[in-house]
């Protein structure tokens, strides 16, 4: 099992900066794909960003040019640098792993975004 644990939501204004951090712990062999997905109000989950082991990455067009995803292997933890923040950005954002070929998902952190 692998746990993910999130942090760096909060609240910031519009045009404004957050980054999250999403640190995996448990047993864990090897992480393949590390990722952000988020959740508005009364809206589905949807895709924000993912990076591979490689290191490829790959984002939402929303987000495009304004999010940086990250990850540092040693400590099992993704990142999502957010910058240009706007209101419609807010949302509980979830990240994800793959490891060894199995999903796992945090808890989720809050991020709000005022005009």
């Known amino acids: 099992q692998v746990q993910l644990v999130e942090s760096g939501g909060g609240l910031v204004q519009a045009g404004g900066s957050l980054r999250l951090s999403c640190a995996a712990s448990g047993t864990i062999f090897s992480i393949t794909t590390m990722g952000w997905y988020r959740q508005a109000p009364g809206k589905k989950r949807e895709f924000v960003a993912f990076i591979n082991s490689g290191g490829s990455t790959n984002y939402a067009d929303s987000v495009k040019g304004r999010f940086t995803i990250s990850r540092d292997n040693a400590k099992n933890t993704v990142y999502l640098q957010m910058n240009s923040l706007k209101p419609e950005d807010t949302g509980i954002f979830y990240c994800?792993?793959?490891?060894?070929?199995?999903?796992?998902w945090g808890q989720g952190t809050q991020v709000t975004v005022s005009s």
């Open positions: 994800y792993v793959i490891e060894s070929g199995r999903h796992y």
